[in-house]
């Protein structure tokens, strides 16, 4: 479901956007701790926060891809 701005805010409010720097390390920050959770033994993972993390990873790079409108 994809929701537009002024049925999430309101009419006539200027949503910002958010950087496109900003969205790029929050995803390099994601993968670099996912990498470090992976290394763990899968035995004794937390696999609960590896779904987390790569569900966040997919919303902001869906940000991205929309081009952050």
């Known amino acids: ?7 999430l805010y309101g009419d006539d409010v200027v949503v910002p956007k958010i950087p496109l ?7 390099q920050l ?3 701790n ?3 959770l992976l290394k763990v033994d899968y ?10 993390i790569i569900k966040a990873v997919k ?5 991205k891809q929309k081009g952050n409108k």
Do not use: G
């Open 21 to 27: 720097s900003i969205i790029d390390k929050r995803i």
């Open 59 to 63: 919303f902001w790079e869906s940000l």
């Open 1 to 7: 479901m994809i929701l537009s701005n002024e049925y």
């Open 34 to 36: 996912l990498e470090r």
């Open 43 to 52: 035995k004794v993972r937390d696999t609960m926060r590896c779904n987390d």
């Open 30 to 32: 994601l993968n670099d």
